[in-house]
């Protein structure tokens, strides 16, 4: 009786809850595989030389929306107020590097 009863309060709840645990742990990995979403790593490295003051100076909602719009539609660096000299530079280097690449495919 009291080894059924210990049972009941300690082990079946552990064994309930890892259960569960793992259901969803399938499930949640299962979804990461199926609705992964692929990222511009473009958009990522040009984020990554912007300062990162996410001021919305520039129009955009913060350096990533920025940095999208430069990638994506050709908008100028020279929108970020902050951003120094040597950082547009890089910029645009990137930029021009990562389009000779794509033209020579």
């Known amino acids: 009786m009291l080894l059924a009863s210990a049972f009941n309060v300690?082990?079946?709840p552990a064994i309930v809850f890892a259960s569960i645990g793992l259901v969803f742990g399938v499930l949640i990995g299962l979804a990461e595989k199926y609705l992964h979403v692929e990222e511009d790593l473009r958009v990522q490295t040009v984020e990554n030389l912007l300062p990162?003051?996410?001021?919305g100076g520039c129009g955009h909602p913060g350096c990533s929306g920025l940095a999208k719009a430069i990638v994506e539609d050709?908008?100028?660096?020279?929108k970020c107020k902050p951003l120094a000299a040597d950082a547009k530079e890089?910029?645009?280097?990137y930029l021009k590097e990562e389009l000779a690449k794509a033209e020579s495919k």
């Open 52 to 55: 990162g003051l996410n001021c």
């Open 74 to 78: 050709g908008e100028s660096p020279n």
């Open 90 to 93: 890089q910029i645009i280097a």
């Open 10 to 12: 300690y082990v079946l």
